[in-house]
Structure formats: structure tokens, C-alpha cells
């Protein structure tokens, strides 16, 4: 069965950086994609980033793929996030999940089917 586990997400000052992580236990080669979604306070899950295992193809928004870096180690089965520039807004529960959907359907919380249980940021002004 597989597992998701995220980590990394913690207190950081405006203008810090983060890296989170996502830890994939027993893992399929089935799984076409990774995304990173999060859920801030009062408002409605949102799509960051996706990849795939290989580290291609990626998908960003595009109001956040100039601070926000997705990555992935094969070997390691684990999903990375990187995010600079932080600022308040960014403050939120961030999520990995898993995909087999096609890569034009990435963004859509709806394709995926295996969910971490969060990882909360919180960025002090």
C-alpha cells in the first residue's frame, strides 16, 4: 500500500525559504505524476506544482512557479519542494498526492487519488 509523508513545513520569517519534502512508501511505477497542492486558511486547496518521477515533464502555476521549485528523486521515492521568497500568504497546510491521470490534467485536485496528510507553513512577518 502506498504511503505519503510530507515533512519539512515548519516557522519561517518573510522573505525565508523551506523545502519540503514527500516521502512515497511503496511506490508503483504506475504513478504518472506528483503534485504539491496547499490549503491556507478559509480558502479552497490549491494546485502548485506536479511532476513526474523522472523529474519531467513539470507543471507550475503560474502565480507561483517564479518562487516555487518542484523536484524528484527517483532512487529515493521522495518529492521535493523548494519555496523562497516567502511571504504571509503563503501561509497554508501543503499537501503531496499522487497522479495517473495525464499530464494536461495536473492541476485538478480531482485527479488525484493518494493524498499526504499535510504539512503545515507558517511564514511571521
Known amino acids: 500500500q502506498v504511503q505519503l509523508v510530507e515533512s519539512g513545513g515548519g516557522l519561517v520569517q518573510a522573505g525565508g525559504s523551506l523545502r519540503l519534502s514527500c516521502a512515497a512508501s511503496?511506490?508503483?511505477?504506475?504513478?504518472?505524476?506528483m503534485g504539491w497542492f496547499r490549503r491556507a486558511p478559509g480558502k479552497e486547496r490549491e494546485f502548485i506544482a506536479a511532476?513526474?518521477?523522472?523529474?519531467?515533464?513539470?507543471y507550475y502555476s503560474d502565480s507561483l512557479k517564479d518562487r516555487f521549485t518542484i523536484s524528484a528523486d527517483n532512487a529515493k521515492n521522495t518529492v521535493y519542494l523548494e519555496m523562497n521568497s516567502l511571504n504571509t500568504d503563503d501561509t497554508a497546510v501543503y499537501y503531496c498526492?499522487?497522479?495517473?491521470?495525464?499530464?494536461?490534467?495536473?492541476?485538478?485536485?480531482?485527479?488525484?487519488?493518494?493524498w499526504g496528510q499535510g504539512t503545515q507553513v507558517t511564514v511571521s512577518s
Open positions: 511532476t513526474g518521477w523522472s523529474g519531467v515533464p513539470t
Open positions: 511503496g511506490r508503483t511505477f504506475s504513478d504518472n505524476g
Open positions: 498526492a499522487r497522479t495517473r491521470s495525464a499530464f494536461n490534467n495536473w492541476p485538478s485536485q480531482y485527479v488525484y487519488d493518494l
